[in-house]
């Protein structure tokens, strides 16, 4: 029954293509959850927060041969001065217009702060990061930006794994090409779900779950393992009365700088430190062959859930060293003092088109990760 659950909330979100912040995927995204839980005799909310949207016109590099390279520009980055940067292509620190580098979304933080490092001191006026393939799918996974809204250095174009032979030659013979980055900001609004489980008793400090729904492609064993831990512990908790308050939030906005998490904790003040502790659903445990890292603010935090991943044959996993900057939403959590416990993992297809159902969940094994949470979550 659990299984055919899973499966069944997992086909939905995957049925849905796009689900990039503020789009007409993560409006139906947020109306998908809207309505699992009034199927389950609760009374979410949307709520909205102001958000302008960036929307690529051209994104192109144009080649001295007339080759012409589709890519993603870096969302925290700039467009293309007076439309396009014209200029011959080097490596980076060469006397070049057009510097060429590789990276990865794959090691979240420090591979973030490598690009960032690039942009903040390269005399480069343009770059072009070449997605690295080495343990991704090839093609186009792309980083996040988080510092979107308050772009920085020069303007940055991500193109798939499969150009990256024609860009060593080009920059080998110091090629000229033409870069051409155009966007247009549409003012919108962004959204959020949430909910609110009443506890036995009212003394108690609330526990608050909650999960990104939001991602640059489909995504779907990225964000799909923690959408069905969130919706397994909301209909589990609906039919149960938990003894203290449960806080239940869906948040938009996690590649654009935790956009969604900050506006939840904005019309929340004090809840980060006053909760009993925040249960962080995070990105890839979905995933076939996805190594967990668990995060919590304690080692006792994390025995519970441990015992439970164990007692399913679940092991092997990786514990963020106590004091560490944990990685996604927990970081929101942590830096403001608050109590959390949180699950992510690996993921080939990480911020591929190509995270789908059908080629990068593992069913099975997330079943088991949703059974393990309401096992260890159950009498807190």
Known sequence: MRRAEILADLTAFDAIPDHRTATDGDSATSAWLIDACKDAGLKPNLHSYPFARRDIITAQLLLADGTAIEGVPLFDGPDTPAERIEGVTGKIGSNTSIGVTRFTPQGAISSHATL?????????????????????????????????????????????????????????????????????????????????????DSSLAPLVIYTPKSAWWTCTAERGGGLVVWLALMRHFAANQPARTLHFTANSGHELGHLGMRSFLARHPGLATEAHFWVHLGANFAAYNSRLLLQADSAERLAPLIASLERRGITGFDILPHGNTPLGEARNIHERGGRYLSMLGNNRWFHHPADRLGTSVDVERTTLIVDAFLDSLRAT
């Open 116 to 200: 960032d490092s690039l942009r903040q001191q390269t005399a480069h006026g343009a770059l072009i990061a070449i997605s690295a393939a080495e343990n991704t799918e090839p093609g186009l996974a792309i980083q996040n930006a988080e510092h979107y809204g308050t772009p920085f250095g020069p303007p940055t174009l991500q193109i798939s794994s499969e150009h990256r032979l024609r860009l060593e030659d080009a920059t080998r013979e110091k090629e000229t090409a033409r870069l051409q980055i155009f966007s247009r900001w549409e003012q919108t609004e962004a959204t959020n779900v949430d909910l609110t489980i009443a506890g036995k």
